[in-house]
């Protein structure tokens, strides 16, 4: 197991093809440790947003840190399941710095939101599953990213919100889109409209978050469900989130291609062979991501 800072690693050798959102601040990538990366054996890795004196509120640099982790994570075939958490036990992330925010022109916030609705949307789109592991306030922008993930689990004190009308904005970390696509219009629209403030039960009611840790056992419930998702074909897993990625938002017929057109990606791998001779011989399948 390996621990390190978001901050500082090698850059990937084969780069991704930049999809810049305007004014990204690479230039911030050199700085504070604002994301600490675990790096575990099982292929699990471990992020924690680090501002706790500001409740992990997401300013320019640490989105940069951000986005540099997730193309690392594009060319890292050991990595397959992504947790994301916050420092200290008060917040998960609350939203935008607001600090950093008084300071911007109005391009410069227009650049933001570009910014960080873009580093969701990377998120979402990563090929392996992410977590969001929520040890606190979720709000804002912090409660967009946990959208962005494909699993979120709270602690029994998370407090989630997408709180934006009340600072005279909406959601732009793609929130007013993924929300209702998550719980319905209508349970979205009032949350939004109202800005009101939802606890880890009421959550878990409108299926906001697909489980509440046992007390102080937060990481741990995450940790348990990525060894499952470990556990499974990688191929399998990656192509199966596309295809619910994708599905939902296309019409009935090209969803089923979709889901057609991910099956045959699976067809000739090692793993489905294997998986098949492990059924036969009554043991576990070792998958190889082949
Ligand atoms: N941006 C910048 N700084 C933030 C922040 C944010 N989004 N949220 C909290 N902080 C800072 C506070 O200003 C405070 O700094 P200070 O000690 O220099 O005054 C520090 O973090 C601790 O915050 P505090 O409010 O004292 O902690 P709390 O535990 O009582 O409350 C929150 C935590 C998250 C409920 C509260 O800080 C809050 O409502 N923050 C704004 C969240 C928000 O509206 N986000 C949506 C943005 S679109």
């Given at each position: 197991?390996t621990?390190?800072h978001?901050?500082?690693?090698?850059a990937p050798?084969e780069?991704a093809p930049?999809?810049?959102g305007a004014?990204?601040p690479e230039?911030?990538?050199e700085g504070p440790?604002s994301?600490?990366?675990?790096r575990?054996?099982?292929?699990?890795l471990?992020?924690?947003?680090?501002?706790?004196?500001?409740?992990n509120a997401l300013?320019r640099?640490?989105?940069a840190?951000g986005?540099k982790?997730i193309?690392?994570i594009?060319?890292?075939?050991?990595?397959r399941?992504?947790?994301?958490?916050?420092?200290?036990?008060?917040?998960?992330c609350?939203g935008?710095d607001?600090k950093e925010?008084e300071g911007?022109?109005m391009?410069q916030v227009?650049q933001y939101?570009?910014y960080?609705r873009?580093?969701f949307?990377?998120i979402?789109?990563?090929?392996?599953?992410?977590i969001?592991a929520?040890?606190?306030?979720?709000?804002?922008?912090?409660?967009?990213?946990?959208?962005?993930?494909d699993i979120?689990?709270?602690?029994p004190?998370a407090?989630?919100?997408l709180n934006?009308?009340?600072?005279g904005?909406?959601p732009?970390?793609?929130?007013?889109?993924?929300?209702?696509?998550?719980?319905?219009?209508?349970?979205?629209k009032e949350l939004?409209?109202t800005?009101?403030?939802?606890?880890?039960?009421?959550?878990?009611?409108?299926?906001?978050v697909?489980a509440?840790a046992?007390?102080?056992r937060l990481?741990?419930?995450a940790i348990?469900?990525?060894t499952?998702?470990v556990?499974n074909?990688?191929?399998a897993?990656?192509q199966a989130?596309?295809v619910?990625?994708?599905g939902?938002?296309?019409?009935l017929e090209q969803?089923?291609?979709?889901?057609?057109?991910a099956y045959e990606?699976?067809i000739?791998t090692k793993?489905?062979?294997?998986?098949?001779?492990?059924?036969?011989e009554?043991?576990k399948?070792?998958?190889?991501g082949?």
């Amino acid at each position: 197991m390996t621990k390190e800072h978001g901050d500082g690693g090698q850059a990937p050798k084969e780069a991704a093809p930049p999809k810049e959102g305007a004014g990204e601040p690479e230039a911030a990538v050199e700085g504070p440790q604002s994301l600490l990366i675990e790096r575990r054996d099982d292929g699990i890795l471990v992020v924690t947003i680090n501002r706790p004196d500001r409740r992990n509120a997401l300013d320019r640099h640490t989105l940069a840190a951000g986005r540099k982790l997730i193309r690392d994570i594009l060319y890292d075939r050991s990595a397959r399941v992504l947790i994301v958490t916050g420092a200290g036990d008060k917040a998960f992330c609350a939203g935008a710095d607001l600090k950093e925010r008084e300071g911007m022109t109005m391009d410069q916030v227009r650049q933001y939101i570009r910014y960080i609705r873009d580093t969701f949307t990377e998120i979402e789109n990563l090929p392996i599953p992410v977590i969001a592991a929520i040890n606190g306030f979720a709000l804002g922008g912090g409660l967009e990213l946990a959208l962005a993930c494909d699993i979120r689990i709270a602690a029994p004190n998370a407090t989630l919100a997408l709180n934006e009308t009340s600072l005279g904005i909406i959601p732009g970390g793609g929130g007013t889109v993924r929300l209702p696509r998550l719980v319905g219009k209508g349970v979205a629209k009032e949350l939004i409209l109202t800005a009101r403030w939802v606890d880890a039960q009421e959550a878990m009611r409108i299926g906001l978050v697909n489980a509440i840790a046992p007390e102080g056992r937060l990481l741990e419930t995450a940790i348990d469900m990525a060894t499952k998702m470990v556990a499974n074909g990688p191929i399998a897993v990656t192509q199966a989130k596309y295809v619910i990625n994708r599905g939902t938002e296309l019409p009935l017929e090209q969803a089923l291609q979709t889901e057609s057109d991910a099956y045959e990606v699976c067809i000739p791998t090692k793993d489905r062979l294997e998986a098949l001779a492990a059924f036969k011989e009554k043991r576990k399948p070792q998958f190889k991501g082949e």
